[in-house]
T-cell receptor, first 114, second 112 residues
Framework: EAGVAQSPRYKIIEKRQSVAFWCNPISGHATLYWYQQILGQGPKLLIQFQNNGVVDDSQLPKDRFSAERLKGVDSTLKIQPAKLEDSAVYLC????????????FGPGTRLTVT | KNQVEQSPQSLIILEGKNCTLQCNYTVSPFSNLRWYKQDTGRGPVSLTIMTFSENTKSNGRYTATLDADTKQSSLHITASQLSDSASYICVGEGTGGFKTIFGAGTRLFVKA
């Protein structure tokens, strides 16, 4: 079974620039999550999708972050414009049903904002 | 405020030794508690998951315990190996399904 795929693996941008991350969840997984993990901290949930609908985006900085999951499969997370404090690893995860089932994480995208 | 606190922040042990990592949580009401292992540069991988009615769950050399009364969990690693060097993250999930709280993790270093 293929795991959660993410790209790119690394990205370096200057502040005020835009960036987009892509995630392909495990086939058949209805729930998709985006997390932000700052160095030395645990992951923080940014947004959770159930199929192509948003379940929880309470911690998503909506003035600069946006995410979509068209057709309930792949998802993109965008930051526009980026700030220095956005430097982190962005993890995508998927699970088979709801959020009481095991989450499978991708390798993450390490973003550095200079 | 729902929180998950882990201790110690980091730990160094010799290969072959046992160790125990602690997790205190205030996620209420409580649904599930998970432990993840996160290798450097990789995403977390689930080790164990327990509901509030379970007291212990094992996965090979990893044994998690849960005391729902004191809201404490521990992860015990037996006969540590170099490959156990990683961050171990405790995660609390409240009812309603989607209120997931991650701890900051314990960074474990196993030395030869």
């Amino acid at each position: 079974e293929a795991g959660v795929a993410q790209s790119p693996r690394y990205k370096i941008i200057e502040k005020r620039q835009s960036v987009a991350f892509w995630c392909n969840p495990i086939s058949g997984h209805a729930t998709l999550y985006w997390y932000q993990q700052i160095l030395g901290q645990g992951p923080k949930l940014l947004i959770q999708f159930q199929n192509n609908g948003v379940v929880d985006d309470s911690q998503l900085p909506k003035d600069r972050f946006s995410a979509e999951r068209l057709k309930g499969v792949d998802s993109t997370l965008k930051i526009q414009p980026a700030k220095l404090e956005d430097s982190a690893v962005y993890l995508c995860a998927s699970s088979s049903q709801g959020s009481n089932y095991e989450q499978y994480f991708g390798p993450g995208t390490r973003l550095t904002v200079t | 405020k729902n929180q998950v606190e882990q201790s110690p922040q980091s730990l160094i042990i010799l290969e072959g030794k046992n160790c125990t990592l602690q997790c205190n949580y205030t996620v209420s009401p409580f649904s599930n508690l998970r432990w993840y292992k996160q290798d450097t540069g990789r995403g977390p991988v689930s080790l164990t998951i327990m509901t509030f009615s379970e007291n212990t769950k094992s996965n090979g050399r990893y044994t998690a315990t849960l005391d729902a009364d004191t809201k404490q969990s521990s992860l015990h690693i037996t006969a540590s190996q170099l490959s156990d060097s990683a961050s171990y993250i405790c995660v609390g999930e409240g009812t309603g399904g989607f209120k997931t709280i991650f701890g900051a993790g314990t960074r474990l270093f196993v030395k030869a």
